[in-house]
Each structure stands twice: as C-alpha cells, then as structure tokens.
C-alpha cells in the first residue's frame, strides 16, 4: 500500500497561490491520487482526483509528473476560508484500503 | 439530501460498556468504511466493507467489529471499550469504485472512554 508524506503545516497570505505536494513513491499502477479538505469538527470533503498530468476544477488543480511518486494540489488564490488540513490520499487499487496521511495544515493570513 | 448519518455525535462512555456507533448512507453506495482521528495521525481507516456481507480490516481494527446486513448501514460496534479508543469517529461512503470516486464523510462521533 502506497504511504504518503505531506509538509506538516504551511502558511499563506489571502490571494496568493499555494501549492501542497504529497509523496507517494509506492503507487501502484491502479492508484488515483486524491485530495481532501478537512475544516476543524468536520469530515472530510472531496476536492479533487487525478491519475497523471494535469487535472482542473472549479476549486482546484492537480498536477501528477509522469513518474507518479508524487502530486501536487494547487490552490488558485486562496482566501481566509481555505484555511483547513488538506490531505492526500492514494488508493489500493485492489482491495478498496485507503490511506490517508497526516495531513498539511495550510493556514492562510489576511 | 445526500448524506451519511453517524449518531450519536457526542458518546462519553466508561470501560467495558459495549456500544454501538450508528452508520447510514442514502446514495445507494456500495462502499462504506469507518476511520478514527487522532491528533497528529490523520485518520486511520478501522474496517470497511465492498458490500452488503462484505467487510474487511483497515489499518487498526483491533478491539472494533462491524457487520453489513443492508446496504445503507454499517455500524461501528466496540464491544469493550478501552480509553485508547478514545477518538473522533468518521463513517464514509463512496459509489464503490474508490479509484475514480469520492468519498462522503459523515459529520463525526466524538467518543470519550472513561
């Protein structure tokens, strides 16, 4: 099962970009990368999936280099309300496990 | 509404009283599973389960069960509870195919063993 590594925290400022990469140098070929936010007594909201390149949203983009070990979620101009853990998230491609790590704890500053 | 129900929300309890945390999707999910938070360790999945009948260990199942009679419910049941289960409980549902799905959480059951 692939074992992912997030920074523990980072810090912004309100309208900056901010880009959180994850490691995952065990995915297995079957695995999507997925990430979550999660606000403080709340559980976790799906904010976006991806197998290579490059994924969009509305909320978000996803940026997966060809090798796959690792992935990063990139925030467009962020606001006070964005501040929340952020997870990622690799999934068993056989047996539906899933492994969330720590998370990072993006704080965002006016 | 789509949702996943986890009750009770608020659960303070002694040791050794057996519980059961209750788990209810209304998406027709296929995929349910149970995770606890801890601080500093992320969530953890404790068991979870492909289909009705179907259930499987997480990463720390130890001293939890569950069961899967119907599709819409999955309940957490600790038949002893020890103070380490101590813990913000979330149940998650997804449509079963996990690589290209999401996963809906419920709104968490904060669980203190005394």
């Known amino acids: 099962l692939a074992k992912t590594t997030q920074p523990i925290s980072m810090d912004s400022y309100e309208g900056q970009e901010v880009n959180i990469t994850c490691s995952h140098n065990n995915i297995a070929t079957n695995d999507y990368i997925t990430w979550y936010q999660q606000f403080p007594s709340q559980g976790p909201r799906f904010i976006i999936q991806g197998y290579k390149t490059k994924v969009t949203n509305e909320v978000a983009s996803l940026f997966i280099p060809a090798d796959r070990k690792s992935s990063t979620l990139s925030l467009p101009r962020v606001s006070l309300s964005d501040t929340a853990v952020y997870y990622c998230?690799?999934?068993?491609?056989?047996?539906?496990?899933?492994?969330f790590g720590a998370g990072t704890r993006l704080f965002v500053k006016a | 509404e789509a949702q996943v129900t986890q009750n009770p929300r608020y659960l303070i309890t002694v040791t050794g009283k057996k519980l059961t945390v209750t788990c209810s999707q209304n998406m027709n999910h296929e995929y349910m599973s149970w995770y606890r938070q801890d601080p500093g360790l992320g969530l953890r999945q404790i068991y979870y389960s492909m289909n009705v009948e179907v259930t499987d260990k997480g990463d720390v199942p130890e001293g939890y069960k569950v069961s899967r009679k119907e599709k819409r419910n999955f309940p957490l049941i600790l038949e002893s509870p020890s103070p380490n289960q101590t813990s913000l409980y979330f149940c998650a549902s997804s449509l079963g195919v996990l690589e290209t799905g999401e996963l809906f959480f419920g709104e968490g059951s904060r669980l203190t063993v005394l």
């Open positions: 998230l690799v999934g068993d491609g056989g047996g539906f496990k899933t492994i």
